[in-house]
């Protein structure tokens, strides 16, 4: 039997053990301060054109404001740095850093481009282009150049964002930024724009009031009316299933075997002269 003094003491001591387990700290993973993380191919926002370049590699980046990724392409050229496009997503994002974590969302000045073209494309000698140039989200601002390797390059920029006057305080809100860096060994410069018009953008925000494309464009007037001809051009016939060529081995004459006993006559030739009026005459035997 226990004293009273010593039960006392007991239950002061597990009283004291439940405690410090109940402060003990819980297992958790570790955290890191860094704002980039390496996704899974099928993770990038973009899907590259029918051919390539291929996607091999994502590196995301998540700011206050928008998501970031650099999606890396293949890369055959000779010249320094990679090949990439980046995409910007600015929208609603879910909160996982600090707000003063801000990534900018203004205009590409030409200025800046030039500043970003130096650093993505060491030693190339770049030029921009005066012409227009539209993919199916909108016009963009390209320069090409010509490394000391011969590689042809190409650094594009784009700023998808609804019109103004399409944009309201809770509809049609949202930016994508573009940026395309691709460098390729002999290639045209319609080779190179075509990466850049032929990526499909497959992310979004789930929310209502983000869509930076604005608003659908209507149908063509004469689409669906009686009395107008509407056709495919003119190029989607051509071309669409190539030629089959095939080779055709030519005869081998065995010239027959002609015994001792046998006359062999050579047969004449007939050599047609000069044609006539688009006609070949033969002599007379």
Request: net charge neutral.
């Amino acid at each position: 039997m226990l004293r009273a003094s010593q039960g006392h003491r007991v239950l002061a001591v597990c009283a004291i053990a439940v405690g410090l387990s109940a402060c003990a700290p819980r297992p958790q993973d570790i955290e890191t301060g860094a704002i980039a993380s390496r996704q899974p191919l099928e993770k990038a926002m973009v899907d590259m054109p029918a051919g390539g370049p291929a996607i091999v590699g994502v590196v995301e980046r998540r700011y206050a404001n928008s998501t970031l990724q650099e999606i890396i392409l293949a890369n055959r050229a000779r010249n320094p740095n990679q090949n990439f496009i980046k995409v910007t997503m600015f929208g609603p994002v879910k909160v996982t850093t600090g707000p003063e974590n801000q990534f900018p969302n203004d205009p590409l000045a030409l200025m800046n481009a030039g500043q970003e073209m130096r650093w993505f494309m060491p030693g190339v000698k770049m030029s921009v282009s005066q012409l227009y140039a539209q993919n199916r989200y909108g016009s963009f601002g390209y320069a090409t150049g010509r490394a000391s390797t011969g590689d042809s390059c190409l650094y594009a920029w784009q700023r998808i964002r609804a019109p103004d006057h399409d944009s309201t305080m809770i509809s049609n809100q949202g930016t994508i930024a573009i940026r395309l860096r691709y460098c390729e060994p002999g290639a045209s410069d319609l080779d190179l724009l075509n990466v850049m018009t032929g990526f499909t953008i497959n992310a979004y925000f789930l929310s209502p009031g983000w869509n930076p494309y604005g608003s659908p464009p209507p149908p063509p007037d004469e689409l669906g009316k009686p009395g107008a001809t509407v056709l495919p051009d003119a190029t989607a016939f051509t071309g669409s299933v190539p030629s089959v060529t095939r080779t055709v081995k030519p005869k081998v004459e065995v010239a027959p075997v002609v015994s001792d006993s046998e006359v062999y006559v050579p047969a004449i030739s007939v050599v047609p002269t000069t044609p006539v009026d688009g006609y070949a005459t033969v002599p007379p035997p």
